[in-house]
Every structure is written in structure tokens, then in C-alpha cells.
């Protein structure tokens, strides 16, 4: 790689991902393991949960705390989504979950505090949750549905959650391709591989989407208003209103 190849790409690197990494660098040298609480006690309760389901006698209590399916009234899985995200996917190897837990969680909690990382979560995964009833009823003709089998699968884990966190994250700090590439990763997966999780992960990026909006409307409105009480203060011979 030339010299001015290595220099763009460290420019590149800088920008997408210079104000995230500074801020993770500076909780972490200043807190360490106690600027993410609520990331490890997530880690914690997903390595408890799947435990106690590999137990003889513990499978069927996880499944009653979280276990969450289409075919299901809608008041239980709606009490179930909330535990659903801390309960691993059968088939999927347990490290994979306590991975994303560890660090998109730990990301998103130092990045955008813990109210906003509930948030998102939980909205997230509650948006798959729903999702796979209105796709189950769409049909599986759409490229929006779901075959009725969809209704037996068990739908748990924090995947949902993890992509709707990362794009989130990577909006609030300008790391623009990286979200990118994060929503482009989730729609291929859709292509090649048509199923509940693929597509419940689409609906967590229109969910994060929204949000992202919503952040952004909000967001320029304060600006504006405190553009228009500094204007005002001006006009008036005031000092200006410090935000």
C-alpha cells in the first residue's frame, strides 16, 4: 500500500470512527468496568439463563419466563419480550450472544447512556416480536410475509437488539458507514437466507430508523430554539441564555 493509499485510510479511519473510539477510551481508562453495569449484568443474566435451560429440570421454566412464539396469545409474549432478549437462541452457540451482549451493549451504554440503550432494545426486539404475527398473516406469498410454520418457532435472543443498538450508535457518531454496512449486512441476509430472524432484524432497522428521526427532529428543534432565544436576547439588550 503507497503512502498517500495509507494516509486516506487513516483519514478514513479517523473520521468514521475517531469520536467513538475516543469517548469508549475515555470511560474506560477513567471507569473501567464500572462504566458498564447494566452491560454485564445482561451478560450475567443471558450466562444464568442458559444454564439453568441446559439443566434437566430448567428447560421448561426459561421457556415459560421467555419463550416467546406467534402462535401465542399476545398478552404472554408481550410479557415474555422483555426476558426474551436475555434468553439464547437454541441453535445458535451461546459465545455468539454473550458477544454482542458484551459489546454493543458496552458500546451503546457508554455512548448513549442507559435510559436510551433500554429504549432501543427493548423497542427493537418488540418490533420482532410483532412482526412475526403480521408476516405470519401476510402470508408467505409476500415478500413482506411468513409461512404459518413461522408461528411454532421459538423467537428469543438479543440480535434484534444488537442491530437496531449498533446502527443507533453509529448514527449518534457520524460513523456512517459503518451503519451502512451493518443495515446492508442484515438486508443480503434476508436475500440468502428467508427467514423469521432475518426478517425481524429488517423490522428492528425500521424501528431504529424511526427512532433515529425522532432524535434528529428533536434535536434541530432545540437548536432553533435556543438560536432564536440568543437572537432575541441580542435584540433586547439581555445577556445571552446560556443552554
Not at 443471558?46 to 441446559?54: E, G, K, P, W, Y
Not at 408461528?151 to 435472543?157: H, I, K, P, Y
Amino acid at each position: 500500500m503507497s503512502g498517500g493509499a495509507r494516509r486516506g485510510v487513516c483519514r478514513f479511519a479517523e473520521r468514521e470512527w475517531g469520536p467513538l473510539f475516543k469517548t469508549l477510551r475515555y470511560a474506560l481508562y477513567t471507569q473501567r468496568w464500572r462504566s458498564i453495569p447494566l452491560t454485564l449484568s445482561a451478560v450475567a443474566l443471558t450466562s444464568v439463563f442458559q444454564i439453568i435451560q441446559n439443566q434437566p429440570w430448567g428447560f421448561r421454566p426459561i421457556q415459560v419466563i421467555g419463550s416467546v412464539k406467534a402462535e401465542y396469545p399476545l398478552w404472554i409474549s408481550l410479557l415474555r419480550t422483555p426476558f426474551s432478549l436475555f434468553v439464547p437462541a437454541l441453535d445458535l452457540p451461546v459465545w455468539g450472544a454473550l458477544a454482542q451482549v458484551l459489546v454493543v451493549f458496552g458500546v451503546a451504554e457508554i455512548c448513549i447512556r442507559r435510559g436510551r440503550l433500554l429504549l432501543i432494545a427493548y423497542a427493537a426486539t418488540l418490533a420482532g416480536t410483532l412482526y412475526a404475527r403480521v408476516g405470519i398473516h401476510i402470508g408467505p406469498d409476500s415478500v413482506f410475509g411468513l409461512p404459518a410454520s413461522a408461528a411454532e418457532m421459538v423467537d428469543t435472543g438479543p440480535s434484534a437488539a444488537v442491530v437496531a443498538l449498533a446502527v443507533y450508535v453509529c448514527w449518534r457518531y457520524r460513523a456512517y458507514w459503518t451503519a451502512g454496512v451493518v443495515a446492508g449486512s442484515m438486508v443480503v441476509e434476508v436475500v440468502l437466507k428467508n427467514n423469521l430472524a432475518g426478517k425481524e432484524h429488517i423490522a428492528a432497522l425500521l424501528v431504529v430508523a424511526v427512532i433515529c428521526w425522532i432524535t434528529w427532529v428533536r434535536r434541530r428543534r432545540r437548536r432553533a430554539r435556543r438560536d432564536q432565544e440568543r437572537r432575541t436576547g441580542s435584540l433586547s439588550g439581555a445577556p445571552p441564555i446560556q443552554s
